[in-house]
């Protein structure tokens, strides 16, 4: 989570959005733990499952990058350092440019 908060701070002003889905977790454990490694990041919470029945996660964690019809585009099973410059150049390929301001 803390390399998810600081992606998002690298890419900046970017049209990139960035949404935590919790799938398990009560709204107060995840709250408490996002609190502690990645305060700056808000959950949504899958309470009635809807997000796990239709993109079926085949592990966890799970990123998906859905372009704005809600089409998966991309899917990545398993944690990633997204705040790695690989990582970072792979979205700018996507067309969301990575923060000037360093």
Request: aromatic residues 8%.
């Amino acid at each position: 989570m803390p390399g998810i908060e600081r992606m998002v701070s690298a890419l900046g002003d970017s049209p990139l959005e960035i949404v935590l889905v919790n799938t398990a977790e009560t709204e107060d454990e995840v709250f408490t733990f996002l609190g502690i490694v990645a305060p700056d990041l808000l959950p949504l919470m899958d309470t009635d499952g809807q997000v796990t029945e239709a993109w079926q996660p085949r592990g966890l964690p799970a990123t998906y990058l859905v372009d704005p019809s809600g089409h998966i585009q991309y899917q990545a099973l398993g944690g990633r350092e997204w705040e790695k410059p690989a990582y970072l150049e792979f979205l700018r390929g996507l067309g969301i440019p990575e923060s000037q301001s360093d």
